[in-house]
């Protein structure tokens, strides 16, 4: 199939195009800067030149496709509950024939339940959710009667020594000299190696039905302070426990995300596509994958 994307250049876009060629699709690749289109080259996709606000250009990419795989996100942009929604919009505009339309959404759209799992029935609301625009978006991708809408609600993804949050946990234990958590750091995060995230989405791809709606995790939950204790391993420093009070002052709203605990259960991904996670959990890749690598 010809696999449209958003976000192909990102890091997980990049390794979802990356198992699409795998396994013999061809993939247009929406790239706004000339950095984006020679990497998009690099990794044997078609650049397309735009981004998320030129709305024609998604419109006309999306009519040529025969599925759509969308990945790209900001969440630090201020703006991005309305680039999502007007990019989203564009892009269901231009698809018909019901073809597959793979929306990445997160497991933060799950209200916290203090650590007791949750599968795809659990009730969403957005006045609930730290990404409230993931649910708006969803349920839009999931309601239009021309695109056979595909979600996946993936949780922390990790992997290839990336990953936004690992990645600032550990430039934050080397600037500071110690890795944090917040008070017990009890709270449990379910987590998915983006090379097994991958594999899910090509599964979507080519097989997912119209209506579908996936957790993606592997393995157990980790607690937040067993990944900070990690975290210390690998950058010589040690964990410590932080009040929330402190966190809110570094990180604002950001802090009561981090103290969350809604553990992904991930058992119908394997029933309808007989997907399993394969890679290194994460405080294994952590203390002896990618991350010990790279330190």
Do not use: C
């Amino acid at each position: 199939m010809h696999v449209f994307m958003t976000g192909a250049t990102g890091y997980l876009g990049g390794v979802v195009a990356e198992h699409l060629l795998g396994a013999g699709h061809t993939v247009s690749a929406l790239a706004r800067s000339e950095g984006s289109r020679e990497r998009a080259g690099r990794l044997g996709l078609t650049a397309v030149a735009g981004g998320l606000e030129d709305l024609d250009v998604l419109r006309a990419a999306v009519a040529g496709a025969d599925a759509v795989v969308h990945t790209a996100v900001d969440y630090l942009n201020p703006r991005m509950p309305e680039i999502e929604r007007n990019a989203l919009g564009a892009m269901l505009d231009g698809t018909d024939g019901g073809r597959p339309f793979v929306y990445t959404s997160t497991g933060l759209v799950y209200p916290d339940t203090g650590g007791v799992p949750v599968d795809e029935d659990h009730p969403v609301d957005p006045a609930a959710s730290p990404q409230p625009y993931k649910i708006h978006g969803e349920r839009a991708v999931l309601a239009h009667e021309k695109a056979a809408g595909i979600v996946v609600r993936a949780a922390l993804v990790y992997g290839r020594g990336g990953s936004g949050l690992l990645e600032g946990m550990i430039g934050g234990a080397r600037a500071r000299g110690a890795a944090t958590y917040i008070g017990e750091g009890a709270n449990r995060w379910s987590s998915v190696h983006v090379d097994d995230l991958a594999r899910l989405y090509v599964a979507a791809v080519e097989r997912g039905t119209g209506g579908t709606v996936v957790n993606a995790s592997s393995g157990e939950p980790a607690s937040m302070r067993e990944i900070a204790e990690a975290v210390a391993r690998i950058t010589a420093t040690r964990a410590v426990s932080i009040t929330f009070e402190q966190a809110a002052e570094a990180l604002g709203p950001y802090a009561a995300v981090l103290v969350r605990s809604s553990p992904l259960d991930a058992s119908r991904a394997e029933r309808l596509f007989g997907w399993r996670a394969t890679a290194k959990g994460l405080l294994d890749e952590l203390t002896t994958g990618s991350y010990a690598a790279a330190a």
